[in-house]
Nanobody, 126 residues
């Protein structure tokens, strides 16, 4: 099992930047796919980005491509989401998620992930 704790959320102006961190417990972090999702009020949880085991492969939602960067440090058991050029529509609670391979479904579906953090609020003011 793995426990996930997000941090780094906050209030930022349009065009600003934030870096979210997801700290994982356990000694098998490198075996987990790590992803970020977000959920705005009244909306479903949506996929943001995923990074594969060794960090060599990443996939992004179209809405964040070119602005967000997902990374991981397996020595520190931590995944990161660097968010640049933030827009008001990026406002949401951001969640990190983890899953062992093979995924139980599609990478962009929340049901494919077994472990979730508690979420961190990101608010982008216009």
């Amino acid at each position: 099992q793995v426990q996930l704790v997000e941090s780094g959320g906050g209030l930022v102006q349009t065009g600003g930047s934030l870096t979210l961190s997801c700290a994982a417990s356990g000694r098998t972090f490198s075996r987990y796919l790590m992803a970020w999702f977000r959920q705005a009020p009244g909306k479903e949880r949506e996929f943001v980005a995923i990074i594969f085991l060794n960090g060599g492969s990443t996939i992004y939602a179209e809405s964040v491509k070119g602005r967000f960067t997902i990374s991981r440090d397996n020595d520190k058991n931590t995944s990161y989401l660097q968010m640049n050029s933030l827009k008001p529509e990026d406002t949401a609670v951001y969640y990190c998620a983890a899953a062992l391979v093979p995924l139980g479904g599609r990478y962009n579906e929340p049901r494919s992930y077994n472990y979730w953090g508690q979420g961190t609020q990101v608010t982008v003011s216009s």
